[in-house]
Structure formats: C-alpha cells, structure tokens
T-cell receptor, first 114, second 115 residues
Framework: NAGVTQTPKFQVLKTGQSMTLQCAQD?????MSWYRQDPGMGLRLIHY???????DQGEVPNGYNVSRSTTEDFPLRLLSAAPSQTSVYFC?????????????FGDGTRLSIL | AQKITQTQPGMFVQEKEAVTLDCTYD???????LFWYKQPSSGEMIFLIY??????QNATEGRYSLNFQKARKSANLVISASQLGDSAMYFC????????????FGSGTQLTVLP
C-alpha cells in the first residue's frame, strides 16, 4: 500500500550543490508530476510526464531537470541549488489523462538551501 | 490572470457547525475538473472531492459537498458538522481537461475548528 514514495523527507544543501529528489509510485500510473509549495502560495507545477520517455515543463521549471526512464520513477534534479529553491516539494501521480482522476501525492520533501 | 482564487486566507468555525470555503476559477476550456485537497499540519495532500464541468449535480463525499455554480465560475467546498480534525489548509485546484498539464492550485484557506 505504498502509493507515491518520496525520498528524502528532509534535506539541507549549500548554495551551488546539486541533488536528486526521488519519487516512485507502485500504482502503474502513466502521469507523474512535481510541484513546489512555498508559504502563502498553492502548489506550483515544476515538470510533469505523461509516460515513460516523455516529459514537459510546468509553470516554474528553471533550475530543475527531470527524466522518466521507467513508469515507476520520476526523479527531480536540482542542478545548482539556490536559496530561492528552498521549498516543500511534492511528487504526484495519476492513472491517465481522463479528467476525473485525482492526483495521488507523496508526503513531500522539505528542502532548505543555505 | 490567476486561474484559481481563494479569497479567505483563514477561517474559523465552531465544532459541529457547517462551513463554506470559497473558490472561484477562470478558464476558457469548456471541459475542466475542479478538485479540493486537504493539507493537515503533518503536510500530506489528501484528495477530498471532484466536480466535472459537465456534471449535472453537485458532488458529495460524506461530510463534504461542492457547491458548483458554473455561470459564476465558483466551486465552494461545504463541510458539514465540522470536527476538530478538519483543522487544516484546504486547496482548490483545477485541471483543464483539454491539456496534459496537471493541476493549477489556489493559495489555500487555513481552517481552524474551535471546540
């Protein structure tokens, strides 16, 4: 009953460091996405994928890379961390493109950039 | 232009009372879906309820109902018989069905249920 699993749950980085946030789902969902949540704002879409090998940019893609080599995994890479990337990051998945499918969210990764 | 607007940053309600959380949206897509999510202090995002733009009836899920007024472009969440465990941040979100892009979220409403 894992659903969407994000690792790590917490991370502190120094400016300029790179890292990868992991996301895995075991529901065989086609669609996966990454959001960031900043104080006083709703979640904003970073990148998303509609299937293995297919990714696209969301609202706030700068400074992040993604890839989707398998259906299960959708890692988010920070290339050179900046303090503006301090946020809570959520990975989400849904079965397919049919409108009424809800997103299933992971528990989030709290990232602090010093 | 902001696509999802939640004008109530914070709301208080007495336990066992009903409360309405406001949400207005903007889209030119005739086919879209509206979602409400709950985020307790522990941080996870919990799906509550969905309303499709072509649905004839307002959605209901237990104590949650969605007051959908298409002409006004509003999709307010009604929580009946509030419980202390309902204290959380609530987000309204929209997905335009014609797009592969994911959800667009409002800024949220922090609901506090008072004993």
């Amino acid at each position: 009953n894992a659903g969407v699993t994000q690792t790590p749950k917490f991370q502190v980085l120094k400016t300029g460091q790179s890292m990868t946030l992991q996301c895995a789902q075991d529901m065989n969902h086609e669609y996966m996405s990454w959001y960031r949540q900043d104080p006083g704002m709703g979640l904003r879409l970073i990148h998303y994928s509609v299937g293995a090998g297919i990714t696209d940019q969301g609202e706030v893609p700068n400074g992040y890379n993604v890839s989707r080599s398998t259906t299960e995994d959708f890692p988010l890479r920070l290339l050179s961390a900046a303090p503006s990337q301090t946020s809570v990051y959520f990975c989400a998945s849904r079965r397919d493109g049919i409108g009424d499918q809800p997103q299933h969210f992971g528990d989030g990764t709290r990232l602090s950039i010093l | 232009a902001q696509k999802i607007t939640q004008t109530q940053p914070g709301m208080f309600v007495q336990e066992k009372e009903a409360v309405t959380l406001d949400c207005t949206y903007d889209t030119s897509d005739p086919s879209y879906g509206l979602f409400w999510y709950k985020q307790p202090s522990s941080g996870e995002m919990i799906f509550l309820i969905y309303q499709g733009s072509y649905d004839q009836q307002n959605a209901t899920e237990g104590r949650y109902s969605l007051n959908f007024q298409k002409a006004r472009k509003s999709a307010n969440l009604v929580i009946s018989a509030s419980q202390l465990g309902d204290s959380a941040m609530y987000f309204c979100a929209m997905r335009e069905t014609g797009s592969a892009r994911q959800l667009t979220f409002g800024s949220g409403t922090q609901l506090t249920v008072l004993p």
